[in-house]
């Protein structure tokens, strides 16, 4: 009694055993007697128990190789980058994926190294971040080609980061700043130039229309000074008494408006009405005196005695 079961338990072990089962998405070499037997799918599969042994369950989903990599630039400078290597078993070459390589991810890491290691050098750093993706084609051309004879297929390749010794970042980022900083000088004194021409064109414009003002104000006061004189000579006043008359009336007028405003800082001098009068007679002596300079430049000189003032019979001046 003993003995059957013992029996029935190492013959329901048995069965057990002849069974097994593969998960989605994956593969199971199956091996008789240490020799490669068959590959098995997903499912419910047989074996001979004792003799058929599962060597190895493959995963068939893309998978993800993350490769650090230091390298020089072009320019010398030095900079570390991260490759991140998408690959996938073959289905229909899962026994050489499984026998030929012992290793796939350190496979995949050398060809990545030498990869990058022959590209970066021929190229500057500032290209190489324009270009990683030049650098990526090449890294999953040449793994592409390496590895499917092997039973991978590699389904993309990414260069995910691309850092550069902190002190050449430090100068990069200078380097922007100072060409930013130089970009907004160059808008700023734009604008300083376009605010300076257009005050300028203000100022001029305002010039020319205060100059016209000034000079109808002259006009007009010119023509009411006509006035004035012309009325005046109705009443028979002489046009020296006129034009006195009309002077004493400005300067009271002036000092009028001068003492209407407080803050004023204007002197006038002299401030006495006769004062108004000499002024006119030194203005009309001094225009008298222009008069003759300019007729003797002409040559209408008067006679000698006129001239010099005495008689060349008597020889008296």
């Not at 994956?26 to 799918?41: H, M, P």
């Not at 072009?74 to 229909?92: C, E, H, P």
């Not at 990414?158 to 100072?178: S, Y």
């Not at 002409?298 to 001046?317: I, L, M, Q, T, V």
Request: aromatic share 6%.
């Amino acid at each position: 009694m003993p003995y059957l079961a013992i029996f029935a338990f190492f013959a329901l072990v048995t069965l057990l055993a002849s069974f097994f089962t593969v998960k989605q998405e994956s593969a199971a070499v199956v091996e008789r007697l240490g020799k490669f037997l068959k590959v098995c799918d997903s499912g419910l599969h047989l074996k001979i128990p004792y003799v058929d042994q599962i060597s190895k369950r493959l995963n068939l989903r893309i998978q993800q190789l993350d490769v650090m990599i230091d390298t020089k630039t072009l320019d010398n400078v030095f900079v570390k980058m991260k490759v991140s290597v998408q690959y996938q078993v073959i289905r229909t070459n899962v026994k050489d994926a499984y026998y030929r390589l012992e290793n796939p991810e350190n496979q995949i890491t050398s060809y990545v190294f030498d990869v990058v290691r022959a590209e970066v050098p021929k190229t500057r750093l500032d290209d190489v971040f324009v270009r990683k993706d030049d650098i990526a084609n090449a890294v999953k051309s040449e793994l592409q080609d390496a590895m499917q004879s092997y039973g991978y297929d590699i389904i993309k390749a990414l260069v995910t980061d691309i850092d550069p010794d902190e002190q050449v970042k430090h100068a990069m980022n200078r380097i922007n700043a100072a060409e930013r900083e130089k970009t907004a000088a160059e808008y700023e004194s734009e604008a300083q130039r376009i605010r300076i021409v257009a005050v300028a064109k203000a100022e001029a414009e305002s010039k020319k229309l205060q100059g016209q003002g000034i000079a109808d104000q002259r006009r007009e006061i010119a023509k009411g000074l006509e006035e004035s004189v012309r009325m005046l000579n109705k009443v028979n006043i002489g046009s020296q008494e006129a034009s006195s008359l009309i002077v004493v009336t400005q300067h009271y007028d002036t000092l009028q408006a001068i003492g209407a405003n407080n803050r004023s800082n204007l002197v006038l001098l002299p401030n006495s009405p006769t004062s108004a009068s000499n002024m006119l007679n030194d203005m009309m002596a001094a225009m008298i005196s222009v008069s003759k300079l300019e007729e003797a430049d002409k040559g209408n000189f008067p006679p000698a005695p006129e001239r010099y003032g005495h008689d060349n019979k008597e020889g008296k001046y």
